[in-house]
């Protein structure tokens, strides 16, 4: 039983992990060098990530300065940059990208906070999956009596409500942190 819960918790905090990482991608109005971590660059033949081929720093607060380890892929850069819908646009000067981010607007401000509920909605389904794996390794074993496998349902449902309250707490959190201007 044991094993069962803990392979089950297990992939339940794979889900808030990969939840956490998704919404560090989306924009807060400040400049955060997270937002380019889905940017691949193609470069030489393979798409890499952004963050891989350049140093990227935060300059006055509402700046990403992005520095290139090999300048040839510079302009391949600023295109991924740009194709990647982030709402930015970069600037190359020959050296360096410059990103300005621009603070956002109240309608765009709440079309980020909806991909964030999207987001943790997506999270659920995942912790929803793992109750039902969870339940099912449960009723197909036959070493449990009756009792103790709904003992163990139950405790894989309180499994289940506390990483979904985890999950909308993260959410929630970062729902206030971007409609706070």
Do not use: W
Request: net charge negative; charged share 35%.
């Amino acid at each position: 039983m044991e094993m069962i819960l803990l392979s089950a918790e297990e992939k339940m905090e794979k889900a808030v992990a990969s939840l956490e990482g998704a919404l560090k991608t989306i924009r807060t109005g400040r400049a955060n060098p997270a937002i380019l971590d889905r940017v691949s660059v193609s470069y030489y033949g393979s798409e890499m990530p952004l963050n891989q081929l350049a140093g990227i720093s935060v300059v006055e607060g509402r700046q990403l300065v992005v520095k290139p380890y090999d300048k040839s892929v510079l302009k391949e850069m600023e295109r991924a940059i740009s194709m990647c819908d982030l709402g930015v646009a970069p600037q190359n000067d020959g050296d360096v990208i410059r990103i300005n981010i621009p603070p956002l607007t109240e309608e765009r401000r709440k079309e980020f906070a909806k991909d964030a509920h999207k987001f943790g909605e997506e999270a659920k389904v995942a912790i929803r999956i793992a109750r039902r794996d969870a339940n099912d390794a449960i009723k197909k074993n036959k070493e449990f009596t009756e009792d103790e496998a709904k003992q163990g349902q139950e405790d894989v449902q309180k499994l289940t409500d506390r990483y979904i309250k985890k999950i909308d707490e993260v959410v929630e959190a970062k729902a206030k942190e971007i409609l706070s201007i």
